[in-house]
């Protein structure tokens, strides 16, 4: 069965530091997709980044970087600098193409806490 | 173009009452998913439909079922609440041109069992 694991539940920074977000995940399946999600305040789920399992190269998007190694299951994620505004609960989920339809297994979530 | 919308936003019942939330996907998307959050368990998914079909389900008792309709807009339904049914239920869209497309998801609707 699907699993992630986001060992860190909560961080804290302080404002223009950086912090990285561990996700480890366990599949069975050979073709699979990792997302990150925010979850400000607010409660919506806001869609950061998607990334399918033959596809191993790290992006960057702004101040936000992620690291997929297939090697150690992880799909780690960087806020470089980091702003007051980002906030949130980070959560990374994951799908399975045997899967029937679509259906994210999410982690426990990280909550991010960036101090002015 | 609109985001997922859902309503009502906020939701206060009585344990032994049945609630229905509504879920409107973003136009174009045929897919909806829905998710149920709690402190304790985190994020679940609790079922998915796909032209008024539900082709997934997780694992929830079946006081918890749903429907999708024609123009892709879905439902869910909660019978006899429990006071652990107290959740935030989000709901997600998804183009469904396969498995495994990116959901967006909508604010969610915060429900109390009192």
């Known amino acids: 069965a699907q699993k992630v694991t986001q060992a860190q539940t909560e961080i804290s920074v302080v404002e223009k530091e950086d912090v990285t977000l561990d996700c480890v995940y366990e599949t069975r399946d050979t073709t699979y997709y990792l997302f990150w999600y925010k979850q400000p305040p607010s409660g919506e789920l806001v869609f950061l980044i998607r990334?399918?399992?033959?596809?191993?190269q790290n992006e960057i998007s702004g101040r936000y970087s992620w690291n997929f190694q297939k090697s150690t299951s992880s799909f780690n994620f960087t806020i470089t600098a980091s702003q007051v505004v980002d906030s949130a609960v980070y959560f990374c989920?994951?799908?399975?193409?045997?899967?029937?339809?679509?259906?994210?297994?999410f982690g426990g979530g990280t909550r991010v806490l960036v101090k002015p | 173009k609109a985001g997922v919308t859902q309503t009502p936003r906020y939701l206060i019942k009585t344990r032994g009452q049945q609630v229905t939330l509504s879920c409107s996907p973003i136009s174009g998307h045929r897919s909806v998913s829905w998710y149920q959050q709690t402190p304790g368990q985190g994020l679940q998914f609790l079922f998915e439909y796909f032209s008024e079909t539900q082709r997934n389900k997780g694992n929830f008792p079946g006081r918890f079922s749903g429907r999708q309709f024609s123009n892709s807009r879905s439902e869910m339904n909660v019978s006899t609440l429990e006071l652990g049914d107290s959740a935030l239920y989000l709901c997600?869209?998804?183009?469904?041109?396969?498995?495994?497309?990116?959901?967006?998801f909508g604010p969610g609707t915060r429900l109390t069992v009192l």
């Open positions: 990334r399918n399992s033959f596809d191993e």
């Open positions: 997600a869209s998804s183009l469904a041109t396969s498995t495994s497309d990116t959901q967006y």
């Open positions: 989920a994951l799908s399975e193409r045997a899967a029937a339809g679509n259906k994210l297994t």
